[in-house]
T-cell receptor
Framework: GENVEQHPSTLSVQEGDSAVIKCTYS??????FPWYKQELGKRPQLIID?????GEKKDQRIAVTLNKTAKHFSLHITETQPEDSAVYFC??????????FGTGTRLTVIP | EADIYQTPRYLVIGTGKKITLECSQT?????MYWYQQDPGMELHLIHY???????EKGDLSSESTVSRIRTEHFPLTLESARPSHTSQYLC????????????FGSGTRLTVV
């Protein structure tokens, strides 16, 4: 089955700096890669996703990149703000199976 | 508003009690899931269902059971709660055809004393 690894487990950045979270996956058939943000005491919510036919996707200050050959994908947050502080999860799926989640990254943005 | 709802949000219960955590969604999704989330944040899949009368165990062994008698309802039951069951339980759902992404409920934080 699929195995998703996520790094780092914790990340602290100064407000205004960029943050990068990286994930690798094992199943070359995986073709959908969502990212979820979970604020303290709240539910995980989808913030951005990418399919395997696309190498990069942007939505304002967040972007996701995918390298199918190396089987890794990354979340990039630019100009970080205190409200970006949360736990972020990457995930992967072939579509025929469930989502496989990474172990999460706790991002802290220091004002 | 179409969403997924979990009740109760918080539950403190004594050891040995039977409990049922409720999960209902109004989005017409076929697939539903239960996750156990550690304080350390990792999400562990404990049960899932692809439709009515379909239930499967997830990756993490759990003493809980689930049922799926109606599309919108996916309750989780613990016959005899123990302190080791203390955790946050998250329910999620997704569409069958294009539903690769999950919608999560707000969770139930269970404490067994």
């Amino acid at each position: 089955g699929e195995n998703v690894e996520q790094h780092p487990s914790t990340l602290s950045v100064q407000e205004g700096d960029s943050a990068v979270i990286k994930c690798t996956y094992s199943d070359s058939a995986s073709n959908y890669f969502p990212w979820y943000k979970q604020e303290l005491g709240k539910r995980p919510q989808l913030i951005i996703d990418i399919r395997s036919n696309v190498g990069e996707k942007k939505d304002q200050r967040i972007a996701v990149t995918l390298n199918k050959t190396a089987k890794h994908f990354s979340l990039h947050i630019t100009e970080t703000q205190p409200e970006d502080s949360a736990v972020y999860f990457c995930a992967a799926t072939t579509g025929a199976n469930n989502l496989f989640f990474g172990t999460g990254t706790r991002l802290t943005v220091i004002p | 508003e179409a969403d997924i709802y979990q009740t109760p949000r918080y539950l403190v219960i004594g050891t040995g009690k039977k409990i049922t955590l409720e999960c209902s969604q109004t989005m017409g999704h076929d697939k539903m899931y239960w996750y156990q989330q550690d304080p350390g944040m990792e999400l562990h899949l404990i049960h899932y269902s692809y439709g009515v009368n379909s239930t499967e165990k997830g990756d993490l062994s759990s003493e809980s059971t689930v049922s799926r008698i109606r599309t919108e309802h996916f309750p989780l039951t613990l016959e005899s709660a123990r302190p080791s069951h203390t955790s946050q339980y998250l329910c999620a759902s997704s569409e069958s055809m294009w539903g690769l992404s999950y919608t999560f409920g707000s969770g139930t934080r269970l404490t067994v004393v």
